[in-house]
């Protein structure tokens, strides 16, 4: 399509009357919106005829009252000094039943090297002292530790959950 002077005419017109460009569009005929919009530029029709609207403004919706907020309070300077710390609410903490300490004899004792996939690997004292020592009784099929470690190691999954 292509603009001719009758049409160029009535895009003039139709602009000056206030039509937006899809309407221009459609009146014409045969050419998108986009081409309005750009016919309009190169003629340089941008000033626009005034809306129906009136200039009077609108009534503005009534502020809402504030909702009360916890007074914070105002420090220039470094405030982190000056400030007391709060004493954050401890947590509950139920206690564990406390285990009988687990007496192994010292025949039952292993050291790294004497330990296998049937001994018991709870490790006993301070690695770096010289009577650290494992457990090494005899511990349960498929897992590293005897039977009264393995209650120690391993917890039920509610009691984890509660925690």
């Given at each position: 399509?292509?603009?001719?002077d009758?049409r160029?005419?009535?895009l003039?017109k139709?602009w000056?009357?206030?039509?937006?460009?899809?309407q221009?569009a459609a009146?014409?005929g045969?050419?998108t919106?986009?081409?309005v919009?750009g016919k309009?530029h190169?003629l340089?029709?941008?000033?626009?005829?005034?809306s129906?609207r009136t200039t009077?403004?609108?009534?503005?919706?009534k502020?809402?009252?504030?909702?009360?907020?916890?007074?914070v309070?105002q420090?220039?300077?470094?405030?982190?000094?000056?400030?007391?710390?709060?004493?954050a609410?401890?947590?509950v903490?139920?206690?564990r039943?406390?285990?009988?300490?687990?007496v192994?004899?010292e025949a039952e004792?292993a050291?790294?090297?004497?330990?296998?996939e049937?001994?018991c690997?709870?490790?006993?004292?301070?690695?770096t002292?010289e009577?650290?020592?494992?457990c090494g009784?005899?511990?349960?099929?498929?897992?590293p530790?005897?039977?009264?470690?393995?209650?120690?190691a391993?917890?039920?999954?509610?009691?984890?959950?509660?925690?």
């Amino acid at each position: 399509m292509s603009w001719t002077d009758e049409r160029v005419e009535l895009l003039k017109k139709l602009w000056a009357d206030g039509l937006s460009a899809s309407q221009i569009a459609a009146e014409l005929g045969g050419v998108t919106r986009n081409a309005v919009i750009g016919k309009v530029h190169r003629l340089g029709l941008a000033g626009r005829a005034k809306s129906t609207r009136t200039t009077t403004q609108r009534p503005r919706a009534k502020p809402r009252p504030a909702k009360p907020t916890a007074r914070v309070p105002q420090f220039s300077g470094n405030a982190a000094l000056r400030m007391e710390p709060e004493a954050a609410p401890q947590p509950v903490v139920t206690p564990r039943p406390v285990l009988e300490e687990i007496v192994i004899p010292e025949a039952e004792r292993a050291t790294i090297l004497d330990l296998n996939e049937h001994r018991c690997k709870w490790p006993v004292g301070d690695p770096t002292r010289e009577d650290f020592y494992f457990c090494g009784r005899h511990s349960g099929p498929g897992g590293p530790y005897c039977d009264d470690h393995a209650k120690v190691a391993f917890q039920p999954s509610s009691d984890r959950r509660r925690s």
